[in-house]
């Protein structure tokens, strides 16, 4: 069964008294197991489908589903519940918690989700050194580099075992060998632990490392291929 799957999605914002569609018919499913690249100029709609992927934006028509539960089904708290223990987000901005150590961030999502405390001190070292960053855990993210950050987003996204990590442009803050980095970091995740991952970039380098390269333009999917 997918994780995901997306059925002609249309989302529609008002610029003033102009009907942007951002989402214009998209149908998609994401396999477990998958490394899933959204490609497409800045504008065709790739966060507006992470989004609406990961229930943080309504569509205006067509369905979402979240391991065979459809996310119009959901009243707000069950979105927040299904966020919390299916899904894991890396952002462009790391959005990490600054007075909270690399350790205390990714410990985050656990403490959410109740996970008692030897199991989840088990679970962050692990998470931690799976990034490659056990030695740097007591710090916080101004004494990191944009790379070290974006790891500790990645720690995060992953440390509460989600079905899908859902990343929009995680390597637009990073030079081009960090971001190669990062990127092999999370093609390693996905061979190693078979975590499913869709990102979004506009970033062709991006590209090589994808097992599946999704093709977007003004709100539709141009291409779809597996290889
Ligand atoms: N909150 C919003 N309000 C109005 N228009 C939006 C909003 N979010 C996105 N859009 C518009 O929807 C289109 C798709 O945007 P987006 O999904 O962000 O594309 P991408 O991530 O590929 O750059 C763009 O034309 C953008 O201006
Ligand atoms: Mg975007």
Do not use: W
């Amino acid at each position: 069964m997918a994780i995901v799957s997306v059925r002609d999605l249309h989302r529609e914002y008002q610029q003033g008294n102009l009907t942007v569609r951002a989402l214009n018919g998209v149908s998609l499913d994401i396999e477990p197991g998958e490394f899933t690249v959204l490609m497409g100029s800045s504008g065709s709609g790739k966060t507006t489908l992470l989004n609406c992927m990961g229930a943080l934006d309504h569509p205006t028509s067509g369905t979402v589903t979240v391991d065979g539960t459809d996310l119009a089904s959901l009243s707000e708290g069950q979105l927040s519940d299904l966020r919390l223990t299916k899904l894991g987000f890396v952002f462009q901005a790391y959005n990490l918690v600054p007075v909270l150590t690399a350790y205390e961030n990714a410990e985050f999502v656990l403490l959410l989700q109740g996970v008692p405390s030897a199991q989840r001190r088990e679970r962050v070292l692990q998470t931690l050194d799976a990034v490659g960053l056990k030695e740097l855990a007591t710090r916080r993210p101004a004494e990191l580099s944009g790379g070290q950050q974006q790891r500790v987003a990645v720690a995060r996204a992953i440390a509460g075992k989600p079905a899908l990590v859902l990343a929009d442009e995680p390597t637009a803050n990073l030079d081009s060998k960090t971001g190669h980095a990062l990127i092999d970091l999370m093609r390693g995740l996905n061979e190693d632990h078979g975590i499913t991952f869709v990102f979004a970039t506009h970033d062709p380098k991006v590209m090589d490392a994808a097992k599946r390269i999704v093709k977007m333009e003004d709100g539709k999917i141009l291409e779809d291929v597996r290889r």
